[in-house]
């Protein structure tokens, strides 16, 4: 079945520096991607649903690209801060129902 | 705003206890989901459900069972619970294929 591999699993960078967070999948099919953030001891919170039919999704202080011939998804964070100290996770939607298929997180620290 | 209240938030059981987990959403969504998180696995599906009455196993339903008594509400019930099952275990509801989830706080368990 479809599975999700998300690199790095742990990401540390300096307060300012880009942070890049990379999901591959395997389904050509994919539909839909998302983006999760998780605080430490909180929930999970959307940071951004993708569109296979779009490539460039910027939100604020992120960019996420989708390159669907080598079917990978990433996070990429600009001028990081220490707010962005959290856990990231891609989710693929395959098909027509709406369960997720999960990366397994990246675990980021922006040291100031 | 999606509002999914978990509880309880906290809960500490005995080996072979009954625990009950409960999911609230208010969100009239049809789908509705039981996730754990535990280090080194991200997220992983032990039940979900379509609407009121039906429950469907997910990826690791083994010790659990669901029950979907109503729109609003989604339990999960480990009938035994065993250490193996110390996690936080996340409810999430949503509308469909390419429909955001929305999680709740989470549910820590300990199980000793």
């Known amino acids: 079945g479809e599975q999700v591999e998300q690199r790095p699993p742990h990401l540390s960078v300096r307060e300012g520096d880009s942070a890049v967070i990379t999901c591959t999948y395997t389904d050509p099919n994919s539909y839909y991607f998302f983006w999760y953030k998780q605080e430490p001891g909180a929930s999970l919170q959307l940071l951004m649903k993708?569109?296979?039919s779009t490539e460039i999704n910027e939100g604020q202080g992120f960019t996420v690209l989708l390159n669907k011939k080598d079917k990978r998804l990433s996070l990429n964070l600009t001028a990081a801060h220490p707010g962005d100290s959290a856990a990231y996770f891609c989710?693929?939607?395959?098909?027509?129902?709406?369960?997720?298929?999960w990366g397994l997180g990246t675990s980021l620290v922006v040291n100031p | 705003e999606a509002a999914v209240t978990q509880s309880p938030r906290n809960k500490v059981a005995v080996t072979g206890g009954k625990v009950t987990l409960s999911c609230n959403q208010t969100?009239?969504?049809?789908?509705m989901y039981w996730y754990r998180q535990d280090t080194g696995h991200g997220l992983r599906l032990i039940h979900y459900s379509y609407g009121a009455g039906s429950t469907e196993k997910g990826d690791i339903p083994d010790g659990y069972k669901a029950s979907r008594p109503s729109q609003e509400n989604f339990s999960l019930i480990l009938e035994l619970a065993t250490p193996s099952q110390t996690s936080v275990y996340f409810c999430?509801?949503?509308?469909?294929?390419?429909?955001?989830?929305?999680f709740g706080e989470g549910s820590r368990l300990i199980v000793v």
């Open positions: 969100n009239n969504h049809n789908n």
């Open positions: 989710a693929d939607n395959v098909g027509d129902n709406s369960k997720l298929i």
């Open positions: 993708v569109f296979s």
């Open positions: 999430a509801s949503g509308q469909g294929s390419g429909n955001t989830l929305y």
